[in-house]
Antibody, heavy 124, light 111 residues
Framework: QVQLVESGGGVVQPGRSLRLSCAASGFTFSSYGVHWVRQAPGKGLDWVAAISYDGNNKYYGDSVKGRFTISRDNSKNTLYLQINSLRAEDTAVYYC?????????????????WGQGTLVTVSS | QSALTQPASVSGSPGQSITISCTGISSDVSDYRYVSWYQQHPGKAPKLIIYDVSDRPSRVSNRFSGSKAGNTASLTISGLQAEDEADYYCASYISRATLGVFGGGTKLTVL
C-alpha cells in the first residue's frame, strides 16, 4: 500500500537549519508530484512547496520563498525539504503529500495520500 | 489570512445534511476545476474526500459531494454521522506562480 513517512523534525534554535525527509513506498515514486504542507499547532493547513515527478519544476508558498528548498531523489524514493533561517512561525507539523495524478509537470494541489507528519519546533 | 474563506464552524444533527462553503478571490476558485476537500480528525493527517470540484475517491462515502458556482465551492455531507465530526479544508490551484492555497478550515460539530 502507499506509504509516506516523514522524518527529521525536532527542536531547533531560531536561525538554524533543518532538513526534512519523506520516504515513499508502495507506488512508483518517480511518476508523481509531491508536496509539503504544514500545520502550526491549533491552526489550519498551509501549503509550503511542491516538486514535479521528475524534479524539473519546483514551486513555493510566498511565506517560505528564499528560505525553503524542495528536492527529491527518485533513486531513493525520497522527498526532501531544506529549511534555512528557521523562525518561530515555522513551528508546525510538516506533512508530505502525493498529488493524485501521474506524470503531471505541474503538481496540482490534489493530495490523495499523506504522511503522518513530523513536528518542527523552533525555540531557543 | 487565507485566500480561500470558509466558515469557522458548522453544526448539524445526525441524519441531517450540512453544506460548507469555500469562497475565493476571483481568479482561483472560479476559473479552475482544481478544487479539493479534506477531512481531518484531531491528531490525524488530512484525508482527501473530494477532488476536481465534485469527484470522489472510491474509498470515500457517497454521503460526501462537492459543487461549485461562480467563485464559491461547496462541500455537502448528507446523513450526518457522529464520525463526520472533524475539521474540513478546501484547497485550490491558484496559478503557476502560487500553486496552491487552503481555506482556513471549518469545524463540523455533530450535535
Amino acid at each position: 500500500q502507499v506509504q509516506l513517512v516523514e522524518s527529521g523534525g525536532g527542536v531547533v534554535q531560531p536561525g538554524r537549519s533543518l532538513r526534512l525527509s519523506c520516504a515513499a513506498s508502495g507506488f512508483t515514486f518517480s511518476s508523481y508530484g509531491v508536496h509539503w504542507v504544514r500545520q502550526a499547532p491549533g491552526k489550519g493547513l498551509d501549503w509550503v512547496a511542491a516538486i514535479s515527478y521528475d524534479g524539473n519544476n519546483k514551486y513555493y508558498g510566498d511565506s517560505v520563498k528564499g528560505r525553503f528548498t524542495i528536492s527529491r531523489d527518485n533513486s531513493k524514493n525520497t522527498l526532501y525539504l531544506q529549511i534555512n533561517s528557521l523562525r518561530a512561525e515555522d513551528t508546525a507539523v510538516y506533512y508530505c503529500a502525493r498529488e493524485r495524478r501521474e506524470v503531471n509537470p505541474v503538481p496540482l494541489p490534489n493530495f490523495d495520500y499523506w504522511g503522518q507528519g513530523t513536528l518542527v519546533t523552533v525555540s531557543s | 489570512q487565507s485566500a480561500l474563506t470558509q466558515p469557522a464552524s458548522v453544526s448539524g444533527s445526525p441524519g441531517q445534511s450540512i453544506t460548507i462553503s469555500c469562497t475565493g478571490i476571483s481568479s482561483d476558485v472560479s476559473d479552475y476545476r482544481y478544487v479539493s476537500w479534506y477531512q481531518q480528525h484531531p491528531g490525524k493527517a488530512p484525508k482527501l474526500i473530494i477532488y476536481d470540484v465534485s469527484d470522489r475517491p472510491s474509498r470515500v462515502s457517497n454521503r460526501f459531494s462537492g459543487s461549485k458556482a461562480g467563485n464559491t465551492a461547496s462541500l455537502t455531507i448528507s446523513g450526518l454521522q457522529a464520525e463526520d465530526e472533524a475539521d474540513y479544508y478546501c484547497a485550490s490551484y491558484i496559478s503557476r506562480a502560487t500553486l496552491g492555497v487552503f481555506g482556513g478550515g471549518t469545524k463540523l460539530t455533530v450535535l
